[in-house]
């Protein structure tokens, strides 16, 4: 069935370390991959999408790589600032454009 | 700010009742997805509607209901309410860019809680 695996469930970094949050999908159909975040109460937020024709994309301190042929996906945050502290659900879309998510990651970023 | 809105943005009311949460998308968009997150648990995907017609299921249960109306707003009804359906509900809409990938954008969510 349609699955989703997200890794770890709890990530606790130092500020100015990085974090990589590992997700791997089911459906090899599956063609776009974004990422949320998520802080305590409030909606999840777009930060970064991947597409299924590009292998990496970047975006200031986050990055996120695909590998199809593994059907994995990472998500990489460079200098951490608490800031960052969040859950950070991935997900793949599948056919008809539903979302199947992640379990989330939450980080923690201590100063 | 998403461009997606949701209300009420709480609501609290008693087992056995019945409630109905509403969603607005961004201008332009056709689709509305509604989702359920329970404390600690992550994002269930439960209806998706576009342009009107239902598109796609997930785990929703038969005592839940949705619809999507001309204007393309949504609404999402609860009905028989038990403790357990206590939650945020996000609603997502999305247009639909080249290649047929959509990026969903959350409305701010429905805290529901059933006492």
């Known amino acids: 069935g349609e699955n989703v695996e997200q890794h770890p469930s709890t990530l606790s970094v130092q500020e100015g370390d990085s974090a990589v949050i590992k997700c791997t999908y089911s459906?090899?159909?599956?063609?776009?991959f974004p990422w949320y975040k998520q802080e305590l109460g409030k909606r999840p937020q777009l930060i970064i999408d991947?597409?299924?024709?590009?292998g990496e994309k970047k975006d200031q301190r986050i990055a996120v790589t695909l590998n199809k042929t593994a059907k994995h996906f990472s998500l990489h945050i460079t200098e951490t600032q608490p800031e960052d502290s969040a859950v950070y659900f991935c997900?793949?879309?599948?056919?008809?454009?539903?979302?199947?998510f992640g379990q989330g990651t939450e980080l923690s970023v201590k100063p | 700010d998403s461009g997606v809105t949701q209300t009420p943005k709480h609501l609290i009311t008693a087992t056995g009742q019945r409630v109905t949460l509403r969603c607005s998308p961004r201008?332009?968009?056709?689709?509305v997805y509604w989702y359920q997150q329970s404390l600690d648990q992550g994002l269930q995907f439960l209806i998706q509607?576009?342009?009107?017609?239902?598109?796609a299921k997930g785990n929703i249960l038969e005592r839940f209901s949705a619809q999507q109306f001309p204007d393309l707003h949504s609404e999402l009804n609860l009905s028989s309410l038990e403790l357990g359906d206590s939650a945020l509900y996000f609603c997502?809409?999305?247009?639909?860019?080249?290649?047929?990938?959509?990026?969903?954008?959350f409305g701010p969510g429905t805290r529901l809680l059933v006492l």
């Open positions: 997502a809409s999305s247009g639909v860019l080249a290649g047929g990938e959509e990026t969903q954008y």
């Open positions: 459906d090899s159909a599956s063609n776009y």
């Open positions: 991947i597409r299924s024709n590009v």
């Open positions: 997900a793949a879309i599948i056919q008809g454009g539903k979302l199947i």
């Open positions: 201008s332009g968009d056709l689709s």
């Open positions: 509607y576009y342009n009107g017609e239902e598109r």
